[in-house]
């Protein structure tokens, strides 16, 4: 019986929430992303970012069925760690959902601007 192969690089699926690349520095998030699937969210975000190499990162969060404090927390991080690696990441397509929330939590602007690049 021989191996199976690798799983391509940028097949970035655990659990319910999935993280799919969509070409050059764009992904397109799928599923709940709630308390229940954020801690495996985050890592993925994070695989992303690495994965990436000095590309802008553009996530498309159309494709998010259901969202809850925890996953709007989940799109802070990335962003702070978009920032602090001098990274450049937006997000697209935001549910209304995500949108209530950031509103509620004063941070709709930011989940809007995204980050730039440290010198971009």
């Known amino acids: 019986m021989s191996p199976q192969p690798p799983p391509p690089v940028f097949d970035l699926t655990s659990g ?3 993280l799919v690349a969509a070409g050059s520095g764009r992904f397109t998030a799928e599923g709940p992303l709630t308390f229940v699937s954020a801690r495996e969210a985050r890592q993925l975000g994070l695989e992303a970012l690495e994965r990436a190499g000095g590309e802008p990162l553009e996530v498309d969060c159309q494709g998010i069925t259901t ?3 925890a996953g709007l927390a989940v799109l802070l991080d990335w962003l702070a760690v978009a920032k602090s ?15 209530a ?9 930011l989940l809007e601007r995204g980050v730039q690049a440290q010198g971009g």
Do not use: K, M, N, Q
């Not at 937006?90 to 209304?96: G, S």
């Not at 929330?101 to 602007?109: H, N, P, Q, Y």
């Open 67 to 69: 969202s809850d404090s």
């Open 85 to 99: 690696l001098g990274r450049s990441l937006a997000f697209r397509h935001l549910p209304p959902g995500l949108t």
């Open 16 to 18: 319910p929430f999935r």
């Open 101 to 109: 929330l950031g509103r509620i939590s004063e941070v709709t602007e």
